[in-house]
Nanobody
Framework: QVQLVESGGGLVQAGGSLRLSCAAS????????MGWFRQAPGKEREFVAA????????YHADSVKGRFTISRDNAKNMMYLQMNSLKPEDTAVYYC??????????????????WGQGTQVTVSS
């Protein structure tokens, strides 16, 4: 089992940057594919970015491509989302997720087994 805790959210002006972190418990973190999702008020939770279990491959949603970068450090049981050039439409609660699929890039909510509690990101115009 994996427990996930997000941090790093906050209030930032448009054009600014934030770095989200996801801390994972357990000794098998390196077995899990990881991802970031976000949910804005009144909207469905949507995929943001994914990374394979060994960090060798990543995939970003078109809406964040070129601005956000997902990464992980298996030695520290950590995953990150570097967010640059933030826009007001990036405002949402951001969730990290883990799925026991070695070597896979997971983009669907149903592919993930564990979720964090979320961290709020607010981008002012």
């Amino acid at each position: 089992q994996v427990q996930l805790v997000e941090s790093g959210g906050g209030l930032v002006q448009a054009g600014g940057s934030l770095r989200l972190s996801c801390a994972a418990s357990g000794r098998t973190f390196s077995y899990y594919a990881m991802g970031w999702f976000r949910q804005a008020p009144g909207k469905e939770r949507e995929f943001v970015a994914a990374i394979t279990s060994n960090g060798g491959s990543t995939y970003h949603a078109d809406s964040v491509k070129g601005r956000f970068t997902i990464s992980r450090d298996n030695a520290k049981n950590m995953m990150y989302l570097q967010m640059n050039s933030l826009k007001p439409e990036d405002t949402a609660v951001y969730y990290c997720a883990a799925g026991l699929r070695y070597g896979a890039l997971l983009t669907r909510r149903g592919d993930y087994d564990y979720w964090g509690q979320g961290t709020q990101v607010t981008v002012s115009s």
